[in-house]
């Protein structure tokens, strides 16, 4: 992943620019100083620096042809950081009309839909399309999906988004346990059969993840509660190549908690960790 500095953008790019940004420039040819100032503008909305931010887009807008999608995409980003919602939205619907699958008017809009309050619903409506629209294979906003399916309570659409980010980033061990969380919240055999295998596979990915071994003898212990009240041994295991599901649960919870006293034994914790441990395998 690039990493995002703006004062070292600003820095180096007022630098070749020269310190009036209306000028030329320091012997960039048209289509360089045209990248530059664009880099530039958007670093300095991450710096605060609206003054400098405007400069650099009246010169883009006199450097580019008239109602140019170029232009009208930074305009709406600025309007947005001067907090004019209204008309920042105006320029993305007007982009989207034009070309319905503009990624950045897309991600734009989504992003200025979620920073208004009362407008959640709308918000997770464009995020939808921005995935629909040429976005599914992005994890990040599978990822942002994921977040907001959470923020309004629907876990399974929250485990739906984070599988797709896990096919995208199979060796992520925060996004296994992610997926161990919520498949364990929404409960029930299968769900817990889920849960399990996503925290073992972020345990083998990260074998000192606290979080995802507590999780898994947690998950492992309410496995072993939903088979007493079914009152009978599920076939979900034998049908996964594992030696009957509540063995492998014992087995699990032996596993996450010599683990896990393991990890806090010497400590001020051990105590009361054995504690909250007896009581979920109990």
């Not at 020269?18 to 320091?26: C, H, I, L, Q, T």
């Not at 664009?38 to 405007?54: F, M, R, S, T």
Request: glycine share 12%.
């Amino acid at each position: 992943r690039k990493p995002r500095e703006p004062a070292l953008v600003v820095r180096s790019g007022t630098a070749l620019l020269g310190p009036d940004v209306r000028r030329a420039g320091r012997g960039l040819d048209p289509a360089d100083r045209l990248a530059v100032l664009e880099q530039v503008c958007l670093a300095a909305l991450d710096e605060a620096d609206p003054v400098l931010a405007e400069a650099c887009l009246d010169q883009i807008r006199v450097a580019v042809p008239e109602g140019s999608a170029r232009y009208r995409r930074l305009l709406g980003t600025c309007l947005e950081a001067s907090g004019d919602y209204g008309a920042a939205e105006a320029e993305y619907d007007g982009l989207l009309e034009e070309n319905p699958s503009c990624a950045l008017a897309l991600r734009r809009r989504y992003c200025l839909l979620r920073a208004q309050p009362g407008r959640e619903v709308q918000a997770r409506e464009a995020l939808n399309a921005l995935l629909e629209g040429g976005g599914g294979g992005d994890p990040a906003g599978w990822a942002e999906l994921g977040r907001v399916a959470l923020d309004a309570g629907d876990y399974a659409s929250a485990a739906y988004a984070y599988e797709e980010v896990a096919v995208a980033c199979p060796l992520s061990a925060e996004v296994h346990c992610t997926l161990g969380e919520l498949y364990a919240t929404l409960g029930g055999l299968p769900n817990l059969l889920l849960a399990r295998k996503h925290l073992a596979q972020s345990l083998d990915l990260d074998p000192g993840g606290v979080r995802a071994m507590y999780a898994l003898v947690a998950v492992a212990a309410d496995y072993l509660d939903e088979l007493a009240r079914a009152g009978k041994r599920t076939r979900q295991g034998e049908a996964d190549g594992e030696d009957g599901g509540a063995d492998v649960a014992r087995e699990l919870i032996r596993y996450g908690t010599e683990g896990l006293l393991g990890m806090y034994r010497g400590t001020k914790m051990f105590a009361a960790v054995a504690t909250v441990l007896q009581d979920m395998a109990s």
